[in-house]
Every structure is written in structure tokens, then in C-alpha cells.
């Protein structure tokens, strides 16, 4: 009996992917570049030093700079995704999340959230939705990041939760790649054949029919 959600937050509770990758297309084009707007799918869920890596591969530049140089570009993008999302507010919200957040607090489901990103408390509070949330899986505290299992299984221990009694909400392929290999259900968010590996993929959170994977 699933007792438990855990949501991923860009892409998912808001698509705040696309303030993401803005920033990280503004970083390529001060080093002279323009990002191929493909590369964002793998910027997904993947975090903030991680997706450096991919953003200055796809502009040809990985390998040319020092771990200090790297951690200023990872600061610097991240000070712009702040000041972005800085504007957000409940209108943000992807369409059909709070109904969502509602009928699981309605029916004593657990919410967890199970996120990357280190702005994850900043958001929810931009969005308004932080009370509704039991557990923040830190993902500094998190030793592997997805698509291993680490980020989703924080959260299912730490509100005392067996895997199979929990759900996992993504949209990223290395995040439903950790909600699988933590052993709980996956639930994707996007378009089916890149996300094949969930037990379910809606196209969008306002299409999620809880009745699929909650008993009654
Ligand atoms: P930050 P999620 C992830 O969030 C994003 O999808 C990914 O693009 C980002 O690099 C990562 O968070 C780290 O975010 O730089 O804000 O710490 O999809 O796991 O909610
Ligand atoms: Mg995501």
C-alpha cells in the first residue's frame, strides 16, 4: 500500500528547467557560444557541477579550466537562476500540483520532496507550497547522485517508509532511473518513449490519475 510520494521539483512541481537552462545558455554565450537548446534534456536532474561538465562539452570547451575557474561558472550560473526564479510565485506552479498536493494530504500520504537542487526549499516557499511538504531530501547530505538511488531513499527513511511503500514523480530519465533502482514505483512526467522506464508516464502533472497507483 503506497503510503508515500516523493516529487521531483524542476520539471515537475514547476518548470523551473527552463530558468536552468536560460542561465546556463547566458554562461555559454559569455564565453562566446551559443548552446544547442538539445542539450538541455541532460541537464536534467543532474546536478549543478555535473551539468557544467555537459554544458561546456556540448560547446566544445570541457577540459580548459581549473577546479577553481569551474566552481566560479557553477556560482555565477547559479547567482543568475536565483535572480530568475526570484520571480516566482504560486502562478508557477505547474498546472494541477496543488489539486495533486491536496488530495494527498486528504487521503494521509506522506509528500516528500526528492530533488537536486540545493534551491529546493527557496522554490517552495516562491511557489507557496511548503506546507504541505513532511520531508526535504538535502542533497548535500546525498553520497550519490541520481540516477542512483540515494536522493529518493533518503526520503523514504527518513518518514519511516519501506520503497515499496512509496511513490516516486519525475521527468528526468536519471531520475526515474533512481526512483526504479530504489525499488519504488515511478511515475514520469513527459513524453513516454524517453521516459520508458517508468511503470506509468502522463504527459503532463494535470493528467495524473491518482487511482493508478494509489489503493482506494
Ligand atoms: P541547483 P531536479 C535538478 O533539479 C535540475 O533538474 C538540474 O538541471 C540541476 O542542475 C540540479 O537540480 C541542481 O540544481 O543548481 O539548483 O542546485 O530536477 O532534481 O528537481
Ligand atoms: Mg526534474
Not at 22 to 32: D, H, I, K, R, T
Not at 34 to 41: A, Q, R, S
Not at 88 to 101: I, S, Y
Not at 146 to 170: M, N, R, Y
Amino acid at each position: 500500500m503506497i503510503k508515500c510520494v516523493i516529487f521531483d521539483l524542476d520539471g515537475v512541481i514547476t518548470s523551473s528547467s527552463d530558468q536552468h537552462f536560460q542561465a546556463w545558455c547566458e554562461l555559454a554565450e559569455s564565453l562566446g557560444h551559443t548552446l544547442d537548446p538539445e542539450v538541455e534534456v541532460y541537464t536534467r536532474g543532474v546536478s549543478r557541477m555535473k551539468s557544467l561538465e555537459i554544458v561546456l562539452d556540448a560547446i566544445g570547451m570541457s577540459g580548459r579550466f581549473s577546479e577553481d575557474e569551474m566552481v566560479k561558472m557553477a556560482t555565477d550560473k547559479n547567482a543568475r537562476y536565483k535572480e530568475l526564479i526570484s520571480q516566482f510565485t504560486p502562478d508557477n506552479l505547474e498546472p494541477g500540483m496543488e489539486t495533486l498536493l491536496t488530495e494527498l494530504k486528504g487521503k494521509g500520504i506522506k509528500i516528500a520532496l526528492g530533488s537536486a537542487s540545493k534551491n529546493g526549499p527557496f522554490l517552495l516557499e516562491r511557489l507557496g507550497i511548503m506546507q504541505y511538504f513532511d520531508f526535504i531530501t538535502d542533497p548535500a547530505a546525498v553520497k550519490h547522485p541520481k540516477p542512483a538511488p540515494d536522493t529518493f531513499l533518503a526520503a523514504s527513511e527518513a518518514l519511516g517508509f519501506l520503497p515499496e511503500e512509496c511513490v516516486g514523480i519525475e521527468d528526468a530519465v536519471a531520475g526515474v532511473r533512481a526512483i526504479k533502482s530504489a525499488g519504488m514505483f515511478a511515475v514520469g512526467i513527459g513524453d513516454r518513449d524517453v521516459l520508458a522506464e517508468a511503470d506509468i508516464v502522463y504527459p503532463k502533472v494535470s493528467d495524473i490519475d491518482t487511482r493508478d497507483f494509489l489503493a482506494d
